[in-house]
């Protein structure tokens, strides 16, 4: 049975950091692309980042230069690092995997992923 379990989340001051960490299983994730979405209340999911296995990744405009993303494949685990986190960061982030049909963009990953793990909350106050 494939999971994904999200862990890392927590309360934070706004400018503290926090690393969010999604360990996969049950299969093999070598031909996977794996990545963060996070969804805050009200409002729909969104992209936050993406990595291949190669290591290429990507990030919505709104992590760049704060987040960054990693991932262990010999442990099938990516990372998720969040510095200077803000208010407007609060949401529920949840990790995801799927295979990228050849050509497509990291950061199309939303469309493509097969496996979803079930969230970890991060709440950021001001």
């Known amino acids: 049975q494939v999971q994904l379990v999200e862990s890392g989340g927590g309360f934070v001051q706004a400018g503290g950091s926090l690393r969010l960490s999604c360990a996969a299983s049950?299969?093999?994730?070598?031909?996977?692309?794996m990545g963060w979405f996070r969804q805050a209340p009200g409002k729909e999911r969104e992209f936050v980042s993406a990595?291949?296995?190669?290591?290429?990744?990507t990030y919505a405009d709104s992590a760049k230069g704060r987040f960054t993303i990693s991932r262990d494949n010999g442990k099938n685990t990516v990372y998720l690092q969040m510095n200077s986190l803000k208010p407007e960061d609060t949401a529920v982030y949840y990790c995801?995997?799927?295979?990228?049909?050849?050509?497509?963009?990291?950061?199309?990953?939303?469309?493509?992923?097969?496996?979803w793990g079930q969230g970890t909350q991060v709440t950021v106050s001001s």
């Open positions: 990595i291949r296995w190669s290591g290429v990744n």
């Open positions: 049950g299969r093999t994730f070598s031909d996977y692309a």
């Open positions: 995801a995997a799927g295979r990228l049909p050849y050509g497509t963009g990291v950061s199309s990953l939303g469309n493509y992923a097969t496996y």
